[in-house]
């Protein structure tokens, strides 16, 4: 059994950074993934980024393609999303998860274990 606990989230101007983390306590090993997603209350649970365990291979949803990283500290088993030049449109909330054997990263539907999500809220 894998238990997430997201923190780092909070309040922020447009343009600033922000770092969420993703604790896991349970077998993580490298048949895992690690991702993020973030839903709105309008839209569905959108995949923004993930990374695979074993050999750290990383993956971004259009929208943040060239403004966050994903990085993980495999000593502590965390991983970090990099929020980089927040735009209002990034508020949500933003949940981590984690699934192994994964083909397909960026579905919902192919991850097992879910954090509690950390809220992230993006002035302009």
């Known amino acids: 059994q894998v238990q997430l606990a997201e923190s780092g989230g909070g309040l922020v101007q447009a343009g600033a950074s922000l770092r969420l983390s993703c604790a896991a306590s349970?077998?993580?090993?490298?048949?895992?993934?690690v991702a993020w997603f973030r839903q709105t209350p309008k839209k569905t649970r959108e995949f923004v980024a993930a990374?695979?365990?074993?050999?750290?291979?990383?993956y971004f949803g259009d929208s943040v393609q060239d403004r966050f990283t994903i990085s993980r500290d495999s000593a502590k088993n965390t991983v970090y999303l990099t929020m980089n030049n927040l735009q209002s449109e990034d508020t949500a909330v933003y949940y981590c998860?984690?699934?192994?054997?994964?083909?397909?990263?960026?579905?919902?539907?192919?991850?097992?274990?879910w954090g509690q999500g950390t809220q992230v809220t993006v002035s302009s």
């Open positions: 990374i695979s365990w074993k050999d750290e291979s990383t």
């Open positions: 349970g077998p993580i090993d490298k048949k895992y993934a």
């Open positions: 998860a984690a699934a192994a054997d994964l083909v397909i990263v960026d579905l919902a539907q192919g991850y097992d274990y």
